[in-house]
Every structure is written in C-alpha cells, then in structure tokens.
C-alpha cells in the first residue's frame, strides 16, 4: 500500500466506515482505532499491529499473513471465519500482551498460532482449527481489586468443537474453562491446571499429563486412551463415565471383573 492508501484507509476509519475488501497489508494500526470497526473480506500481510485500540472491533472472513498482535485491546471483538495460518510458509501469527477478554473466535483457522501474556478470560473458540496452537502464560482469570481475597476471580473461557491436536499448554492455569468435544489429542498438558474444568466430550488419546491437576475436573464422555492416573498430580473429586473406569483402574494395576451371579 502507498502512503496515499494508507492515508485514505485512516480517514475511513475515523469515519466509522465499514470496510470491505480492502487490503490491510502493511498498515499500521495505532491508538487512534476507533473501537467497534468492521472488517469484512479483508486481507492483512506484514500488517503492523501494535498498541492499538481495536476493541468490539468484528472481523469477517479476513485473511491475516505473518502477523504480530502486540498489546492491542481486542476486547469484546468477533473473529468469524478468519484465517491466521500461512500455509504456504507453515507460520501462524502471533498475540502477545494482547487484551481478549470477552473476545471471540467462530470458525478461524489458528493453526500455530500463538498467545503470549494475553489476557483471555471470558473468551470463546468455536470450531476453530487450533492444531499446534500454543498458549504461553495465558490469563484466563483476574483478581479484582474490590474483593480483599487474593484468590483469582473466574471467568474463564470456552472452547468448543475445536481442533486442538498437538497444543502447546505446559504449566498453564486452565481452572474452570469449558474445553467441550475438542480435539486435544497428542496435546503437551504437563504441570497445567484442569481444577474444576469440563473437557466432556473431548479427545484426551495420548496427551502428556504428567503432573497436571485434575481436581473436580469432568472428563465424562472422553477418550482417555493411553490416560495413566499414576502421572497426574491431584485427581480427587474427577468425574468420568462408567464405561471409563475400567481403564482408569487399570492404569493403578487394578482389574475390573463382573459380579459373580
């Protein structure tokens, strides 16, 4: 984009304008983003992003190319079928010190992307291809300064339907999210905390658990092939179905047999 471009595409957003097909490429977002701006059918490579104010901001089937978020407040804003990945260079993009509480995410493709220091809470991914996306020191609760106890306020997210195979969550406080019938299989979980969580539904076959702490945690209805419960930390209070007893016994060396008639 030329400095003219970039100059009217300014100017369009101060107006409030909502911008369709336009080629973000290279622009640089700043403080001067008007909250709620819409984006549809958009395409962003190299485009700069770095302490803007893009909060309530929607994004519709937008493309973005080797992309870094850097402390932007994207607070409340909507992401529906967007694409993050590079498949052509195997890169996603980056968010780091980035504002997404309440934010959400429909349909994107986020593969390998990465979340660095975001604050998360309240968030939602729905069917979004997330495999090997990685989440580096995530905040997916807050402290409120009005309350004197030192424990974090919850508001966790939810993801649901969402691909997550190979993830990267080493040493996370996942506490109380909803991970609902997402795939998580081969995912790397060690030393995270799942107290309280609800991953019903999903695909835990051959994820690395050691140490992770699945107190309250509701693991109903997943695969759990290749669970060993002699690796996780703290497992008091976890729920399952009946039908997955008989492996999680087994993996203490205990077997199950039928009451004799």
Same mark, same amino acid.
């Given at each position: 984009?030329?400095?003219?471009?970039?100059?009217? $595409?300014?100017?369009?957003?101060?107006?409030?304008?909502?911008?369709?097909?336009?080629?973000?490429?290279?622009?640089?977002?700043?403080?001067?983003?008007?909250?709620?701006?819409?984006?549809?059918? #958009?395409?962003?490579d190299s485009t700069r992003?770095?302490?803007?104010?893009?909060?309530?901001?929607?994004?519709?089937?937008?493309?973005?190319?080797? #992309?870094?978020?850097?402390?932007?407040?994207?607070?409340?804003? %909507?992401?529906?079928? #967007?694409?993050?990945?590079?498949?052509? %260079?195997?890169?996603?993009?980056?968010?780091? /010190?980035?504002? $997404?509480?309440?934010?959400?995410?429909?349909?994107?493709? $986020?593969?390998?992307?990465?979340?660095?220091? #975001?604050?998360?809470?309240?968030?939602t991914f729905s069917d979004?291809?997330?495999?090997?996306?990685?989440?580096?020191?995530?905040?997916?609760?807050?402290?409120?300064?009005?309350?004197?106890?030192?424990?974090?306020?919850?508001?966790?997210?939810?993801?649901?339907?969402?691909?997550?195979?190979?993830?990267?969550?080493?040493?996370?406080?996942?506490?109380?999210?909803?991970? $609902?019938?997402?795939?998580?299989?081969?995912?790397?979980?060690?030393?995270?905390?799942?107290?309280?969580?609800?991953? %019903?539904?999903?695909?835990?076959?051959h994820a690395a658990l050691?140490?992770?702490?699945?107190?309250?945690?509701?693991?109903?209805?997943?695969?759990?092939?290749?669970?060993?419960?002699?690796?996780?930390?703290? /497992?008091?209070?976890?729920?399952?179905?009946?039908?997955?007893?008989?492996? =999680? =016994?087994?993996?203490?060396?205990?077997?199950?047999?039928?009451?004799?008639?």
């Amino acid at each position: 984009m030329s400095e003219h471009d970039h100059d009217a $595409l300014r100017r369009a957003l101060q107006r409030n304008a909502s911008l369709t097909a336009t080629d973000l490429s290279e622009f640089s977002f700043d403080d001067d983003t008007p909250d709620s701006a819409q984006f549809m059918n #958009c395409s962003a490579d190299s485009t700069r992003f770095v302490g803007g104010g893009l909060a309530l901001s929607r994004w519709t089937t937008t493309r973005f190319s080797r #992309c870094e978020f850097a402390n932007v407040n994207f607070s409340g804003a %909507r992401f529906e079928e #967007c694409r993050f990945f590079d498949a052509e %260079r195997a890169q996603g993009c980056t968010f780091r /010190f980035c504002d $997404l509480r309440g934010a959400v995410f429909r349909n994107c493709d $986020l593969m390998l992307t990465t979340f660095n220091a #975001c604050e998360l809470w309240d968030v939602t991914f729905s069917d979004c291809r997330m495999s090997g996306v990685m989440f580096e020191k995530p905040a997916f609760a807050f402290s409120s300064a009005r309350t004197r106890s030192k424990k974090p306020v919850r508001l966790a997210g939810t993801f649901e339907r969402c691909r997550m195979d190979n993830a990267v969550l080493r040493e996370t406080d996942l506490s109380s999210l909803r991970i $609902l019938d997402c795939d998580l299989s081969g995912a790397e979980l060690q030393g995270t905390s799942l107290v309280n969580a609800s991953l %019903r539904g999903s695909d835990l076959s051959h994820a690395a658990l050691r140490l992770a702490d699945l107190s309250g945690a509701d693991l109903r209805g997943a695969d759990l092939t290749g669970f060993d419960l002699q690796d996780i930390k703290s /497992f008091s209070g976890l729920q399952i179905s009946a039908s997955q007893q008989h492996h =999680l =016994l087994r993996s203490l060396g205990i077997d199950v047999f039928a009451d004799e008639a």
